[in-house]
């Protein structure tokens, strides 16, 4: 299943964008309890899952999981502070690994994809912003205004770019899996 943050990303970023990801990154498959990123470690790598589930820890104590879509290194990528959590497989996954080196050298090179990178990123931190900011009003730490909200809900607009979306990320995670254009199609 395709979360819905994955709109964001593929909804902001054109075709050579994601082509330039995949030549970029590598496919990488993870293994069931095999950690991506470290808490207080600098990554040096973003991530997108492709398959399978990870799970978001701090000081130990699971906090969230993530599936197929989310994006995971993207807090350091923007503001090289070590990580405040561990993310660990789950299960055995794969995701692409975007190194940052030629990430930032492409974010500084072409400001066109930078703002649409930049943007995607925006709204894919935002829409997990109030996913957060939901969960605090069962537990009783938001405002009393914010308990009379209703919950959350997608936009129009995303609403009906969510089959498109969906069938664009099947079309990026075979692009992942056979590589690069004039790559030989095997495991990279």
């Not at 959350?152 to 664009?168: C, D, I, S, V």
């Amino acid at each position: 299943m395709v979360v819905r943050d994955v709109l964001h990303i593929l909804g902001a970023l054109e075709d050579a964008d994601l082509e330039w990801l995949v030549a970029a990154g590598e496919l990488r498959r993870v293994r069931a309890g095999e950690a991506l990123i470290l808490e207080q470690r600098g990554p040096d790598t973003l991530f997108v899952v492709l398959e399978g589930e990870l799970v978001v820890s701090r000081a130990g104590l699971p906090l969230t999981r993530l599936g197929v879509g989310e994006v995971v290194g993207e807090m350091s990528l923007l503001d090289e502070r070590p990580p405040s959590a561990t993310v660990h497989a789950d299960d055995d996954s794969e995701v692409l690994a975007v190194p940052y080196g030629p990430l930032r050298a492409k974010l500084a090179a072409d400001p066109a994809f930078s703002s649409r990178f930049h943007h995607a990123l925006c709204t894919f931190l935002a829409n997990r912003l109030g996913r957060a900011d939901a969960l605090l009003v069962p537990l009783g730490w938001a405002p009393r205004a914010a308990t009379e909200r209703a919950p959350p809900q997608l936009a129009t607009r995303t609403l009906e770019a969510l089959g498109l979306a969906a069938a664009r990320f099947d079309w990026f995670r075979r692009r992942v899996r056979s590589g690069p254009r004039g790559h030989d199609g095997g495991t990279r």
